[in-house]
């Protein structure tokens, strides 16, 4: 289940990537407009260089040779019209954190895929099956002991592995019953807990990744600047130094929520062990008042 959720959301994340690498055609709008502006420009410059000395009477010319030389603010417009592709889209700052960033987005979908996986199966009714201990206590109450025994094993649930675990020390006495009891709680327990450490993991893994590409961008500057020996421009640290915060930040925006998550799940484990024990006490109370009169 944990691998078909990782594929889904792979290709979920995939598609826009997909998408946003296709080119996007310039915009052309204006550019005859360009050429026969620029061809203008170049006769009146001809004209210019061709007419006779200016006199003081023709200040006409004089404003209209300049102004000639002087593009036109719709010239600048137009000029930079030519669309550039936004370097501050999501995807393109994802490709800017390198190999790094790519690991960091993978553990990421990993951790999604866990809390997707857990939220279905850490849950009240997947523990303690709807209706499983009041049919057991039934059994027990009249004195089926082969159908109680059948039907623990047949269910794979944390509560009925517990009730199994008891019930098979019954000859043993009720010490012996509650002894294993407590340890199969324990064990259960222990079980769903290392189930979640993924999450923990993951969430103490990102971190460390966003801070090697931290050095690692840091150091790509720190070489860029030794190599022009100390002349280098703003331009050529802005590579490593947009590297080291990138990477950071991708770390970070993993680590908070599966380090918050983790939480949460340990503590709906703690509760669902706890509910778990009270059912399993209170299935197990006639054969604990038989005992306690046989006494």
Request: contains cysteine.
């Amino acid at each position: 289940m944990i691998l078909r959720t990782i594929i889904l959301i792979i290709v979920i994340f995939l598609i826009p990537v997909y998408s946003n690498t296709q080119e996007t055609p310039l915009n052309l709008d204006g550019l005859d407009t360009i050429i026969k502006d620029k061809e203008n420009t170049a006769v009146d410059k001809d004209t210019a260089v061709e007419s006779p000395p200016i006199s003081p009477q023709q200040p006409a010319l004089v404003t209209s040779a300049v102004s000639s030389d002087v593009p036109s603010p719709s010239d600048t417009a137009l000029t930079k019209t030519p669309l550039r592709k936004n370097r501050n889209s999501f995807w393109n700052l994802i490709a800017a954190s390198g190999l790094i960033g790519y690991t960091i987005i993978l553990l990421s979908l990993f951790a999604v895929a866990l809390i997707i996986e857990y939220s279905l199966t850490i849950r009240s009714k997947i523990l303690m099956p709807p209706g499983f201990a009041d049919e057991v206590l039934q059994l027990l109450s009249q004195g089926q002991w082969a159908a109680f025994v059948q039907k623990c094993q047949s269910d794979m649930s944390p509560l009925a592995q517990i009730l199994h675990a008891g019930i098979k020390e019954y000859e043993f006495g009720w010490d012996a019953i509650e002894k294993a009891v407590e340890e199969t709680t324990a064990e259960q327990a222990s079980r769903l807990y290392r189930k979640i450490e993924y999450l923990n993991v993951i969430g103490n893994i990102t971190p460390m990744l966003g801070l090697l590409g931290t050095v690692v961008g840091m150091v790509t500057a720190f070489q860029q600047l030794a190599e022009s020996e100390g002349y280098a421009r703003a331009a050529d640290l802005a590579g490593g130094i947009y590297l080291a915060l990138i990477t950071t930040v991708e770390g970070l925006l993993v680590a908070i929520p599966c380090l918050a998550l983790y939480s949460i799940f340990g503590n709906r484990i703690a509760a669902l062990i706890s509910e778990t024990t009270f059912v399993v006490e209170q299935v197990l109370l006639p054969i604990k008042k038989s005992f306690t009169r046989k006494k």
